[in-house]
């Protein structure tokens, strides 16, 4: 029981859940129905979505276990208390458990191009396992670039759906009554709200993680520019994100969808102005962590959100 239990501790599995989760939610409450609107079949039938979905809970899978493996000495220092990798699961079982969800997230991908054979998604899935690799093994210790590349790839796991579809975007004449405008409009703005709030949990995170970071040699934002700065840098961000999504709720309160408007006041924006609130005031580990919490909370509800958009209210 205790090795089932640092597994699943090991491959993060509320995450991968979450990553499902958003991956179902937009292709139930947005894209699908589009098509159906349309009166024309997507690109992704039930089957075809849930190995892609799968395949890419595989890819995070194996990201988050060779993250642990690269990180074990700054786990040390950072988390002891919940360290796995050479306590419970050896490094070698780590390294083949990386080896394993990485290759059935590939063939997988590649599997589905049968099927769809214009989206690549076995290329992608390639590309994807290669960068969480270098991410572990190097450019999460540098400047900027981790946090960009992981909110980079949070907002891949939405853009892939839409990617999936390409070929009705580009098909002249438009192919029957499909609104290929409105979907670009929703993948992008949920694609960029995972690519802010991502980038400011990764901020986050690191100013949490300074102590272990510092210990060996990281360049990470708060070592670099100090715990002030990085501070300033994420509230600008958290403030441009609060602002966005305010002028997005007016909007949706313009066209009478007011249970819609309320839920994203409530249950985004409010949240958000707490975050900024306390970020203002955190001082060390605990706070950050409370805070990386907070936003991962509201990481969760934006993406239920979309439930209010099958049927807008």
Known sequence: MKIVKAFLQLIRWPNLLFIFSTQAMFEYCIVMPLFVDAGINNALNISSFLLLSFSLVCIAAGGYVINDYFDLNIDLVNKPK?????????????????????????????????STPTSFIGIF????????????????????????????????????????????????????????????????????FAFIISLI????????????????????????????????????????????????????????????????????????????????????SKNFHQLSTLVKIIMFTGIVSMLFFRHPM
């Open 201 to 284: 949990r990764e901020v986050i995170k690191d100013m949490e993680d300074i102590d272990g970071d510092r210990k060996y040699g990281c360049k990470t934002m708060p070592i670099i520019w100090g715990i002030n700065s990085t501070k300033v840098f994420t509230l600008v961000w958290t403030i441009v994100l609060t602002a966005v999504l305010l002028l997005l709720q007016l909007y949706v309160l313009l066209n009478g969808w007011w249970i819609t408007a309320l839920y994203g006041f409530i249950c985004i924006t409010l949240p958000l102005l707490q975050v900024i609130r306390l970020l203002v005031k955190a001082q060390n």
């Open 82 to 114: 919940r360290l796995v990798v050479d306590k419970t699961i050896s490094r070698r079982w780590v390294i083949f458990w990386h080896f394993i969800f990485s290759i059935v997230g590939i063939a997988l991908g590649f599997y589905i191009d049968k």
């Open 125 to 192: 899935n390639v590309l994807s396992v290669l960068l969480l690799f270098v991410y572990s093994a190097s450019l999460k210790k540098k400047f900027l670039l981790g946090n960009v590349l992981i909110s980079l790839l949070t907002a891949w796991s939405i853009l892939i759906l839409w990617w999936a579809e390409q070929h009705y975007f580009f098909a002249f004449p438009p192919i029957g009554n499909l609104d290929t405008h409105k979907l670009f409009r929703f993948t992008f703005l949920y694609a960029g």
